[in-house]
């Protein structure tokens, strides 16, 4: 968490207006979640709390972003628009929701969450319902990543090492792809 945490999480997406970069910074003493142009200029903060806001997510139409947040007392998943208004609380459970990637096709969003005692990856609708759990064995590295297609979601799993797996977003087909007795992290397909 704490990595994740420190690093600078950034997410691009064609918009009308051009293409724009989410990123979580703590610039202002705690994180929060801003945009810029590729070229690092018109930077705008989105979320501005005394919490921590991270990991932020693009939908693929561009209008909305899910991104992770510990403003209601410990991480959850929300989403907001591309300008930070409309902000909405996805999850609501004791436990931490992090990670959150939204399918291709924009009708899942897949996210990591600890509510079952390990870290496991789950999906829902972009309005919080109609939650499923995925995996069933500790899985970390980062976020869960989507084929471009949506027909598999790769993802790290602690299953002994961490090595990278992939599955299909109902959770059946599992394949391990590495096994080099070494810590894989944060899977991310080619478009």
């Not at 207006?17 to 590729?38: C, H, K, L, Q």
Request: net charge negative; glycine share 8%; aromatic share 8%.
């Amino acid at each position: 968490m704490q990595d994740a945490l420190s690093a600078q999480f950034a997410a691009v997406v064609a918009m009308a207006d051009g293409p724009a970069i989410a990123f979580t910074s703590n610039r202002d003493g705690d994180f929060e979640i801003y945009t810029m142009r590729p070229d690092g200029t018109d930077v705008r903060q989105l979320t501005m709390n005394d919490d921590r806001d991270w990991s932020p997510a693009w939908s693929p139409d561009g209008t909305r972003i899910a991104f992770a947040s510990e403003r209601d007392g410990n991480g959850e998943i929300y989403t907001m628009r591309s300008d930070g208004t409309d902000v909405r609380r996805l999850t609501a459970n004791h436990r931490l929701d992090w990670h959150p990637a939204w399918s291709p096709d924009g009708t899942r969003i897949a996210f990591t969450s600890d509510r079952d005692g390990d870290a496991e990856v789950y999906t829902m609708r972009p309005d919080g319902t109609d939650v499923r759990q995925l995996t069933r064995n500790d899985v970390g590295g980062g976020p869960p990543a989507w084929f471009p297609d949506g027909t598999r979601i790769a993802f790290v799993s602690e299953r002994g090492d961490a090595e990278t797996y992939t599955m299909r977003p109902d959770g059946t087909d599992v394949r391990q792809l590495t096994a080099n007795n070494e810590r894989d992290c944060c899977p991310a397909w080619s478009p």
